[in-house]
């Protein structure tokens, strides 16, 4: 199956800096990697994934980078607002014998500072 | 409906009590899946269900789990003689077609505690 690191696991950062959260994973098979962010006692919300045929995806503040070859990949967001505070996950879908799961980091708790 | 539902939001069992967590998917999602998520963790992935098959249940971590999704659309994970090891955030998420990877939207989720 497929094994997801994430890191950092806290995160502080000032408002108006830039934040990054890298991810790796092990199986290559792997082919669609989203981002979630999780506010407390909410479920977990897209904000952003990427599939393996692009290196790169940007939406307003928010940008995804990914390497196939290393198999990491990679969130950013840029000036950063005290809204963006909460955990965010990064996640690969593995494929195998008719199933699909979404196997998920163990998250990164991301304070902006006012 | 707009998203994901689940119910009860919060749920209080007993050692030992049966519960039933119930999802109701976005209409029209093919894909269903649960996951289990414990205090400070990520979800970790507990079964998949593609309309009313249940194709994956790997994830399960015992047989006191136990899913269905009879008619493809609702679903109800089921647990029997919880124990407290099994407090944790129950999510369900559902997806319009799983094979172009598309996006699976999450619900609240159900959070139970067994005392």
């Known amino acids: 199956g497929e094994n997801v690191e994430q890191h950092p696991s806290t995160l502080s950062v000032q408002e108006g800096d830039s934040a990054v959260i890298k991810c790796t994973y092990s199986?290559?098979?792997?082919?669609?990697f989203p981002w979630y962010k999780q506010e407390l006692g909410k479920g977990p919300q897209l904000i952003i994934d990427i599939r393996s045929n692009v290196g790169e995806k940007k939406d307003q503040r928010i940008a995804v980078t990914l390497n196939k070859t290393a198999k990491h990949f990679s969130l950013h967001i840029t000036e950063t607002q005290p809204e963006d505070s909460a955990v965010y996950f990064c996640?690969?879908?593995?494929?195998?014998?008719?199933?699909?799961?979404?196997?998920f980091g163990k998250g990164t708790k991301l304070s902006v500072i006012p | 409906g707009a998203g994901v539902s689940q119910s009860p939001r919060y749920k209080v069992a007993k050692r030992g009590q049966d519960v039933a967590l119930r999802c109701d998917p976005i209409s029209g999602h093919v894909s269903l899946f649960w996951y289990q998520q414990a205090l400070g963790q990520g979800p970790e992935f507990l079964t998949y269900?593609?309309?009313?098959?249940?194709?994956?249940k790997s994830g399960l971590p015992s047989d006191r789990f136990f899913a269905e999704r009879p008619e493809g659309s609702v679903s109800t994970l089921k647990i029997q003689r919880t124990q407290q090891e099994d407090s944790a955030v129950y999510l369900c998420a559902s997806s319009l077609a799983v094979l172009r990877g598309t996006e699976a939207f999450f619900g609240q989720g159900t959070r139970l505690t067994v005392v």
């Open positions: 996640a690969a879908l593995y494929s195998g014998a008719g199933s699909y799961q979404l196997t």
């Open positions: 269900f593609q309309n009313e098959a249940q194709l994956d």
């Open positions: 199986d290559s098979a792997s082919n669609y």
